[in-house]
């Protein structure tokens, strides 16, 4: 258990290594890594992306804007930015041409108005950054219709015990490393991470699908942005599949339907009760 003097430090370091890094990364929601599909591959196990045509969403922790662009792709009609860190500058220069379609909110999630009666509340690839989300998750609950659905992704504990064994000790030392530092760090750690990707498609390696599905298809600069992201943050968690459920089922959630993407994640889908 955190105490909640802790939870508030890392919270704010947190927010602070995101608002560095996407300044840093500012330039690489492009190709692969930006379309749309790979929003749509994300959720669409669990319901038909083609349910976000005409809707209302929110995004919570937008970053540099790429799923902002994905949803507004996909149909969405209205997005609800928020992005508590340095980055939301970013945000709003990737973003310039959808400034029609979109709110932004230079917020926490916690703070997201509980008053839009919203079709979704979207948020990838932060709550397992926010050491405490129950604050979040309640915001969302309130920000979306009766009926409205709450989507998550998630890093999973399992199919991740050996990368955790490994990654884990080295994180104690990358997560306090200035950000210059560690941005040498990444690019130097790229090559030999590109190798074994490389490899993958060849050989039974541990995380071949995470790497033959998604890594393979990434730049260099993307690849470097990646370790970057794996090293820097100053909490992340990793969500076991009953932690998942009692996540959004504490904040209210019912229906909770989960997809174990690629063996090493989860997207959640969750409804507010009507």
């Known amino acids: 258990m955190i105490e909640t003097s802790d939870r508030d430090t890392l919270a704010s370091r947190t927010v602070r290594d995101f608002g560095e890094q996407w300044q840093t990364f500012h330039d690489i929601d492009s190709g ?15 319901f038909p992306p083609e349910e976000l045509r005409g809707c209302r969403v929110a995004d919570i922790g937008s970053g540099s804007g790429r799923i902002v662009r994905m949803l507004v792709a996909l149909g969405a009609s209205h997005v609800i930015a928020v992005e508590p860190s ?14 029609d379609q979109v709110t932004y909110l230079n917020v926490r999630g916690e703070d997201l108005p509980g008053d839009k009666a919203l079709d979704f509340v979207f948020s990838i690839g932060v709550i397992h950054h926010i050491p405490d989300p129950a604050p979040t998750l309640l915001a969302a609950y309130d920000a979306l219709r009766p009926g409205g659905r709450v989507v998550l992704w998630l890093y999973g504990r399992e199919g991740n015990e050996l990368y955790l064994a490994i990654v884990r000790p080295i994180r104690l030392i990358t997560s306090r490393l200035p950000p210059g530092f560690l941005l040498l760090l990444s690019r130097a750690l790229a090559l030999p991470l590109a190798v074994y990707v490389r490899a993958c498609a060849w050989l039974p390696l541990p995380l071949r699908n995470y790497a033959r599905s998604h890594l393979l298809k990434l730049t260099r600069r993307q690849l470097v942005a990646t370790i970057y992201d794996q090293l820097k943050p100053a909490y992340a ?21 989960l997809h174990h993407r690629h063996g090493y994640s989860w997207t959640v889908v969750a409804v507010k009760p009507e």
């Open 32 to 46: 692969y890594y930006a379309d749309s599909d790979l929003l749509r591959e994300m959720i669409a196990p669990l």
């Open 86 to 99: 340095s980055a939301f500058e970013v945000l709003e220069a990737n973003t310039v041409d959808l400034r």
């Open 237 to 257: 968690k990793y969500y076991a599949h009953e932690e998942a459920v009692s996540l959004v089922e504490s904040a209210g959630f019912t229906d909770a339907r």
